[in-house]
């Protein structure tokens, strides 16, 4: 029989071995694209995109690291990548190989001690569910609390960083073969939040924030970190039980619970967003459930932002340029958002995305979020805007633009799903009919030092 250590180590060097061909793999791939690309760009040889897309996407499924969870943002972001690259990667669900019980002993152990298991009366051998930086397994305190353990896989730091090297490779081909947009900022944002993912106590921070902000709506649950049972690389916090969304729209026709449900979906991010300027970059199908009451429980905070009170100003006077047609207005707020000096073409340009976005927030009726046929919300739209960008040069977006873009296709998604019909302006009014830019300044000081984000 072979020694436990030994057998945890080899399972440990087997995963950073697979890794590595993974990564190999992944190359290969990129490799093969920035040849065909330049061939079409250079020599004029058409390549099949659709057929490299599905390979690419092969490769980074069998990755399933941070890589794997970036390429799902990219999905929802506009033209970050070419459409047969977006519908493919769309497809990419966080679902990578759990850790075995003998790898679980062993990375408790390290972040619990020798003794970890005597801290509770129950933990489930095999895990719940499995992402591309951890895994959940269900347990019990010894006063028989339910809990959800997030155990981070091993060496996440550097596969994050080898994964990010990876992603510029990716930018940095797109670029050379179409050049409407940028992708330093968007590569610069993503870094950074998901460096801040590695961190776990980080994540403490952040649900103890979203605590405060959502203090007064009982229509949305959160965990509570169980910080003796948590280190920077295991997240212990109390389980709330809930139906993921797709289950719960097959299970519910009732279009009133439908309604409630995006109502409280709007809640759970937009609130945050115009009271504090912050907002969860990551509506991902696997970080919230649905109550029985079409509550929402929301239960992952790693990739949360946080914005200066200027944007979220801007963010308000856009909308209101865009319903009063005011042409200096609109400038004005995309200088908050943080597009240098833009044109009056890159103006134009803007403003049919923003248009899109912003368009149930401008009729005052009850509605559907999108009334197109199209299965992918903003999909026909972020084309058109594609097809502008390259005629006027292309753009550089700000880095506030990603998460802030990527929870409204995010939700809107949500909503088309939902088929929920309501008055998205008298929402949206609602909330923000009184805001005030040194208000949120203040509420948002208070909430950092609070838990010591500031």
Known sequence: MKDKDNTDDELSSSMTGGRFKRYAKVTSAMGGLAARLAGEKYLGIKINREQ????????????????????????????????????????????????????????????????????????????????????????????????ACKLQYPDMGSAVQADLKQLKLIFSLYEKYDSAISTKSIHEELSDRLKEELDYSHEIR????????????????????????????????????????????AENSDIEIRNQVAMNMFKAWYVPFYKFGVIHGDPHLGNYSIRTDGGINLMDFGCIRVFRPDFVTGVIELYKALRDGNEEQAVNAYKRWGFENPSKELISVLNIWANFIYQPLLEDKVRLINPSASGQYGKETAEKVHEELKKIGGVKPPREFVLMDRAAVGLGSVFMHLKAKLNWYRIFHDLVGNFSETELEKKQRIALNKVNLS
């Open 52 to 147: 490299h897309a599905s390979d690419l996407r092969a490769a980074l499924g069998g990755l399933k690291g941070p890589l794997m969870k970036v390429a799902q943002i990219l999905a929802t972001i506009p033209d970050a990548l070419p459409k047969e690259y977006v519908n493919e990667l769309s497809h990419l669900q966080a679902d990578a190989p759990s850790m075995g019980w003998l790898f679980v002993k062993r990375r408790m152990k390290a972040e619990l001690g020798e003794n970890w298991l005597t801290q509770f009366r129950d933990f489930n051998k095999s895990a719940s569910a499995a992402a591309s930086l951890g895994q959940v397994h269900f347990a019990e305190d010894n006063q028989g609390q339910k809990l």
């Open 206 to 249: 952040n649900m103890n924030l979203y605590r405060h902000m959502l203090s007064d709506y009982n229509e949305i649950t959160l965990p509570n970190p169980i910080e003796s049972l948590s280190t920077n690389r295991l997240l212990t916090m109390t389980r709330i039980d809930g139906l993921k969304i797709m289950q719960f729209i």
